[in-house]
């Protein structure tokens, strides 16, 4: 009973690193909390009024918002793009090569642990159907799959929604209250925001969920002190 557990875990794991919009999720909600409290410190640090600082604060989460997503988008398309060029030369490859293909296939499966007269079988097997030769192949000898590659749209749309409601933790304050309270209210909310996500991560990685969450926190630490006293000192210059 227990190793089906362990099995289930692991299978639960897998299926929380899918290409595209994990890695967009967790990438998302962290740069919104830390990018945009780094904002919000900055210009309160430089003791500006409770309306700039959510003015700066909404200014950048709509730009990182856009930005993620953006870039998202264009880095998995582009992985879409690099990969769906792969298979298209698999299937030239077939047309012209196909004993080299389903040898290289062979090979592969003896090299995985199959003895030579399954790994012959099975081979010739999956060569009889030429889309089913092409997935195989693909999966087998150049180490990904055509059905996981990812979605642009899923990843953008991550992002831009992630990276939202982390950057709402240190601007919600604001939008309530204002000084020295809202301030730290910021810092709280990030912190808690950022164990969260540390935790997540270690546990998706199957390591401890306290020293990822203790990590985050000490990152969200050291980005509040450091731009708040920039904007302290930058506050002091001008004035």
Same mark, same amino acid.
């Given at each position: 009973?227990?190793?089906?557990?362990?099995?289930?875990?692991?299978?639960?794991?897998?299926?929380?690193?899918?290409?595209?919009?994990?890695?967009?999720?967790? *990438?998302?909600? @962290?740069?919104?909390?830390?990018?945009? !409290?780094?904002?919000?410190?900055?210009? /309160?640090?430089?003791?500006?009024?409770?309306?700039?600082?959510? *003015?700066?604060?909404?200014?950048?989460?709509?730009?990182?918002?856009?930005?993620?997503?953006? &870039?998202?988008?264009?880095?998995?398309?582009?992985?879409?793009?690099? +990969?769906?060029?792969?298979?298209?030369?698999?299937?030239?490859?077939?047309?012209?090569?196909?004993?080299?293909?389903?040898?290289?296939?062979?090979?592969? *499966?003896?090299?995985?642990?199959?003895?030579?007269?399954?790994?012959?079988?099975?081979?010739?097997?999956? /060569?009889?159907?030429?889309?089913?030769?092409?997935?195989?192949?693909?999966?087998?000898?150049?180490?990904? @799959?055509?059905?996981? =590659?990812?979605?642009?749209?899923?990843?953008?749309?991550?992002? +831009?929604?992630?990276?939202? =409601? &982390?950057?709402?933790?240190? !601007?919600?304050?604001?939008? +309530?209250?204002?000084?020295?309270?809202?301030?730290?209210?910021?810092?709280?909310?990030?912190?808690?925001?950022?164990?969260?996500?540390?935790?997540?991560?270690?546990?998706?990685?199957?390591?401890?969920?306290?020293?990822?969450?203790?990590?985050? *926190? &000490?990152?969200?630490? =050291?980005?509040?002190?450091?731009?708040?006293?920039?904007?302290?000192?930058?506050?002091?210059?001008?004035?």
């Amino acid at each position: 009973m227990s190793k089906k557990k362990d099995s289930e875990i692991l299978a639960k794991r897998a299926l929380q690193v899918q290409p595209g919009a994990a890695r967009a999720a967790v *990438l998302g909600v @962290n740069d919104g909390l830390v990018s945009v !409290l780094c904002i919000v410190l900055a210009v /309160a640090g430089a003791g500006a009024s409770t309306h700039s600082v959510l *003015l700066s604060g909404f200014a950048g989460l709509i730009a990182g918002a856009v930005s993620m997503a953006a &870039g998202e988008w264009i880095s998995v398309r582009a992985q879409v793009e690099l +990969f769906d060029g792969i298979l298209k030369d698999i299937r030239k490859l077939i047309a012209n090569d196909r004993g080299l293909l389903v040898e290289q296939v062979q090979d592969s *499966l003896s090299k995985s642990g199959h003895g030579d007269k399954t790994a012959d079988t099975a081979a010739r097997e999956i /060569a009889a159907d030429d889309h089913h030769l092409t997935e195989v192949y693909a999966r087998q000898v150049m180490g990904f @799959n055509p059905d996981e =590659l990812g979605s642009p749209w899923i990843a953008a749309g991550s992002s +831009f929604v992630l990276f939202t =409601l &982390g950057a709402l933790a240190p !601007l919600l304050p604001w939008v +309530f209250t204002g000084g020295a309270l809202a301030i730290w209210l910021s810092v709280i909310f990030t912190a808690l925001g950022g164990l969260l996500v540390g935790g997540y991560i270690s546990s998706s990685s199957g390591r401890g969920v306290v020293r990822g969450a203790v990590r985050q *926190l &000490g990152i969200i630490i =050291l980005a509040s002190v450091v731009t708040y006293g920039v904007g302290y000192l930058f506050g002091v210059s001008v004035s």
